[in-house]
């Protein structure tokens, strides 16, 4: 069973940095598609930032710049470092994964709140 676990979430000031982590087991990680989304309250969840397994990179206009996802294949681990946080980066953040043959996430993590303060 493919399971997520994501953590690193927290409460920072504005212009602060975080690095959440998400930790995968029952999967082929090295080959699988990782991707950071992030719901706030009264919005959809939107993609943050995806990584595949060759390395290439993808991220939503609103955090390029600030945001950079990466992943450990040998630590089944993508991590995605926040920088130069704003106050509507504040949201619940979760690591999902999908099989390079899928188009949509196949599974999800329980998610880690980040608030970030004005």
Do not use: H
Not at 2 to 23: H, I, N, T
Not at 74 to 98: F, I
């Amino acid at each position: 069973q493919v399971q997520l676990a994501e953590s690193g979430g927290g409460l920072v000031p504005a212009g602060g940095s975080l690095r959440l982590s998400c930790a995968t087991s029952g999967s082929i990680f090295s080959i699988n598609v990782m991707a950071w989304y992030r719901q706030a309250p009264g919005k959809q969840r939107e993609l943050v930032a995806r990584i595949y397994s060759g390395g290439t990179t993808y991220y939503v206009d609103s955090v390029k710049g600030r945001f950079t996802i990466s992943r450990d294949n040998p630590k089944n681990t993508v991590y995605l470092q926040m920088t130069s946080l704003k106050p509507e980066d504040t949201a619940v953040y979760y690591c999902s994964t999908r099989r390079p043959g899928s188009v949509d996430p196949e599974y999800w993590g329980q998610g880690t709140q980040v608030t970030v303060s004005s």
